[in-house]
């Protein structure tokens, strides 16, 4: 059998774009669930679903249950959905990067992982072609058939297991949290000096496109990779304003050195 | 007077890409100058100009000099051209970020800084509309000379005086080097687990695009932001078989928190 249906459990910022996506390539949302009334609404406007602020009135009709709420809900909401029987034998799927699908097993015995490897804002569309899906089930069929389910929304699903999905959400806090803030010290010095931050934001563009072909490490320049420890010191000679990023930039300049 | 003509001392990424794109605005390149003749000629190929290795063969006809050599080696260049006596009023800038424009002071009595503010390959092409160009001269009439220059090559020209630019140089560093080094790293854990660095790549190119219009305190997402000690937890013990990595997640992840 294969997914033609799924209740979006979670209107926030994953479930959300999951939701519009999936229904936007002719999967049945059957219902959404929010706690926030208003979040269920919006996503139910635009899926053509039903939709609810209580997880006891999920309904037991879909294919498959997306829980997209905050990693440490899932447990507390598989126990919820668990005590209503008529649920018990669904694939139940959560969207974490971080949470392993056993958090389910004590409740449901299909599960799995359906998992949009990018960062999503509800202010912001998503060009799902593009967005790596990491699907798992211990189930072969129930993974097969989120395989295919990944494949209706993107050209790029991969089976990702727990403790692949693990380190990969461990480099992805590198390269998309830490990069930020990196982004966000950039900043700050600027309106410290009262220059506008447009000045970098091309850089940080382009600093992300060169890597979209090549490997970053053939693509490090500055005055760590080249050993320029006049500009170096300089640069620390600046941050003595701000002590935090000093020690900041020892450490990655070291880092880069090696 | 404005610009109209261009020598171009220097031909590797900032002034191949420099030199281009003044051509294809109608500037005149009169001669190219390389130590490495593949250079000079590559160069010089592309904007119909003569090319030389020797700088004592620099002409004295242009009505600036844009010296696009490594920042160490700007002073001894202009100490070189100093001793071609028509060269000496002649208009003398460079494109460093990290050096300021008093390295041309004991040669020279006009000079100035003509600094792209992009991180520029020889093997990418370079959209230079949207370039920040940041110019800077003692001398008024030069530094409106420059400014007009900037606009026939980019939309985003502006005054940035030597203390400016050190600023936006370490904040470059920060948001360039830095942030390609996390990419580094990402890629690094992923190709250890034998995961294609494909799977991030498009968070990547989100992370930069998502602070394109929006400060990127705004943005920020993840465990660190939001306290999530058991994530972090299990990051750190994962990051055990990377320590140097370990310690940098650590410290980013505290500069986050606070």
């Not at 790596?132 to 989120?146: G, M, S, T, W, Y």
Request: hydrophobic residues 40%.
């Amino acid at each position: 059998m294969s997914i033609r249906s799924v209740i979006m459990i979670g209107a926030g910022n994953a479930g959300f774009h999951l939701g519009l996506r999936l229904y936007s390539t002719g999967v049945n949302v059957l219902q959404v669930f929010s706690r926030t009334e208003e979040k269920a609404l919006r996503l139910a406007g635009q899926t053509a679903s039903r939709w609810t602020t209580k997880l006891r009135d999920i309904a037991p009709n879909a294919d498959c249950y997306i829980i997209a709420v905050h990693d440490d809900d899932i447990g507390q909401v598989s126990e919820t959905l668990y005590s209503n029987p008529p649920l018990r034998d669904k694939l139940f799927v959560h969207t974490s990067g971080s949470t392993p699908s056993s958090v389910f097993k004590p409740y449901f015995h299909r599960y799995g992982v359906f998992y949009p490897l990018q960062t999503l804002s509800i202010s912001r569309p998503a060009d799902f072609t593009d967005i790596p899906i990491c699907v798992f089930a211990p189930d072969r069929e129930d993974e097969d058939d989120l395989f295919q389910l990944g494949q209706t929304i993107s050209r790029k699903v991969s089976r990702i297991d727990d403790e692949q999905r693990a380190v990969l959400h461990v480099a992805a806090v590198f390269v998309n949290n830490f990069a930020n803030h990196l982004f966000h010290i950039g900043h700050q010095i600027l309106e410290k000096e009262g220059l506008p931050f447009d000045l970098l934001r091309p850089l940080i563009r382009e600093t992300a496109m060169k890597v979209q072909e090549d490997d970053p490490s053939k693509m490090q320049t500055g005055p760590a990779v080249r050993g320029d420890r006049a500009t170096i010191e300089r640069h620390l000679g600046y941050l003595e304003k701000f002590p935090e990023w000093k020690e900041l930039y020892e450490m990655v300049t070291k880092s880069i050195s090696v």
